[in-house]
């Protein structure tokens, strides 16, 4: 099993500050099938990122995603307060598809 | 409009069944691979299980092999999963998740499962 390991746990930041989400999996990710969701608190996750770097529709360009192998990056460039969630990564690479423990971002 | 809705949640006893159902609208189902994806209060999701688009070719979570079983039905687009011998572990959120090729694209809303005496 493929191990997602996301730091840090926890990111207060303020507004229009950028946040930098770490990702790194214990085994490589074949085709970079890492992708990245947003969660709001009640809601469904969302996909942010997919295939590490490609940003799907409808997602600001304020957010980026980068990495190749076992290290990876979410990078939000201008933290907006809407942007407080949790953050997850995902492989999706090899069964069985695994997700890391998730980065809550505070932004106050 | 993409739309998943799921049903079948609800409080059961443990070592009771349940079958989830998936409805799915807005795009070609028997096009896509489609999931279940489950998330307990306050953790990361855990992936449940995956099926193809003729449902000939299924993968399943390590820890869920032998207890869920992953249908589909591409004439009622209809996805489904069947939980025997539930658990307190067994609950959460359980989403139905459109995918593209094996990557997570497009979630539903979630039905909640509750297993409690």
């Known amino acids: 099993e493929n191990v997602l390991t996301q730091s840090p746990g926890t990111l207060s930041l303020s507004p229009g500050e950028r946040a930098t989400l770490s990702c790194r999996a214990s085994?490589?990710?074949?085709?970079?099938?890492l992708a990245w969701y947003q969660q709001k608190p009640g809601q469904a996750p969302r996909l942010l990122i997919s295939?590490?770097?490609i940003r799907a529709a409808g997602i600001p360009d304020r957010f980026s995603g980068s990495g190749s192998g076992t290290d990876f990056i979410l990078t939000i460039s201008r933290l907006e307060p809407e942007d407080s969630a949790v953050y997850y990564c995902h492989q999706s690479a090899t069964a069985p598809l695994t997700f890391g423990q998730g980065t809550k971002v505070e932004v106050k | 409009e993409v739309q998943l809705v799921e049903s079948g949640g609800g409080l059961v006893q443990p070592g009771g069944s349940l079958r989830l159902s998936c409805a799915a609208s807005g795009f070609t189902f028997s096009s896509f691979w489609m999931n279940w994806v489950r998330q307990a209060p306050g953790k990361a999701p855990e992936w449940v299980a995956i099926?193809?688009?003729?449902?000939?070719?299924?993968h399943y979570a390590d820890s869920m092999k032998g207890r869920f079983t992953i249908s589909r039905d591409n004439a009622k687009n209809s996805l489904y999963l069947q939980i025997d011998s539930l658990t307190a572990e067994d609950a959460g959120i359980y989403y139905c998740?459109?995918?593209?090729?094996?990557?997570?694209?497009?979630w539903g809303l979630g039905t909640l499962v509750t297993v409690s005496s």
């Open positions: 295939t590490a770097s």
């Open positions: 099926i193809n688009q003729d449902g000939t070719e299924r």
């Open positions: 085994q490589s990710v074949g085709n970079n099938y």
């Open positions: 998740v459109r995918g593209a090729g094996w990557e997570l694209h497009f």
